[in-house]
Antibody
Framework: QVQLQESGPGLVKPSQTLSLTCNVS??????????WNWIRQHPGKGLEWIGH???????SYNPSLQSRIVMTVDTSKNQFSLNLTSVTAADTAVYYC???????????????WGQGTLVTVSP | EIVLTQSPGTLSLSPGERANLSCRAS???????LAWYQQKFGQAPRLLIY???RRATGVPDRFTGSGSGTDFTLTISRLEPEDFAVYYC???????????FGPGTKVDIK
């Protein structure tokens, strides 16, 4: 059973860069048919897709955040990462990593999630 | 960008009752790209339904997804105590790739 685990600082200062890593265990990040996502949830609010990366390094980002995001993948360590630059208090949220899966019928959804990590942006 | 609206915002029901949760899209969504998730307090979301009507692995058959075009429904046939949670619909637009979620429906105990 694949498991995902986020790690990174819980507190980031305004204007700095938020950096998180998602470690994938129980399966290879190179497995076909999957893509690797970051999703966030502001306190008490709904879910916002940040972007995804394939094991090849190909990325897609949410246009609303695109100018501040860089995602990378390290297949040798079976992990992928998120850098979000120039953070403000509005970036305070629980950040989830999640596996995206392309199902047989062409469907696509997030079928496996990390437990989430709260990142607070504060001086 | 497709906007998803969910109704009602909160649904107060008793165990054993039937729950009907609505997800409406601002423009037509391909059914294969519509999913539903369950989120319990303090936990990550869990995939319930993908492709509008296909249950994810391990999801009980009391959960049923249906709909097409702009109107989709998640039905819980008989609420169990563990079903009281927030439910989100989500759609995927492939070009450019963009995933969006609805605001959620909270199902709480009456």
């Amino acid at each position: 059973q694949v498991q995902l685990q986020e790690s990174g600082p819980g507190l980031v200062k305004p204007s700095q860069t938020l950096s998180l890593t998602c470690n994938v265990s129980g399966g290879s990040i190179n497995s076909g048919g999957y893509y690797w996502n970051w999703i966030r949830q502001h306190p008490g609010k709904g879910l916002e897709w940040i972007g995804h990366i394939y094991s090849s390094g190909s990325t897609s980002y949410n246009p609303s955040l695109q100018s501040r995001i860089v995602m990378t993948v390290d297949t040798s360590k079976n992990q992928f990462s998120l850098n979000l630059t120039s953070v403000t208090a509005a970036d305070t949220a629980v950040y989830y990593c999640a596996r995206g899966r392309r199902f047989t019928y062409g469907s696509s959804a997030f079928d496996n999630w990390g437990q989430g990590t709260l990142v607070t942006v504060s001086p | 960008e497709i906007v998803l609206t969910q109704s009602p915002g909160t649904l107060s029901l008793s165990p054993g009752e039937r729950a009907n949760l609505s997800c409406r899209a601002s423009q037509s969504v391909s059914s294969i790209y519509l999913a539903w998730y369950q989120q319990k307090f303090g936990q990550a979301p869990r995939l319930l339904i993908y492709g509008a009507s296909r249950r994810a692995t391990g999801v009980p058959d009391r959960f049923t997804g249906s709909g097409s075009g702009t109107d989709f429904t998640l039905t819980i046939s008989r609420l169990e105590p563990e079903d009281f949670a927030v439910y989100y619909c989500q759609q995927y637009g492939p070009s450019p790739p963009l995933f969006t979620f609805g605001p959620g429906t909270k199902v709480d105990i009456k």
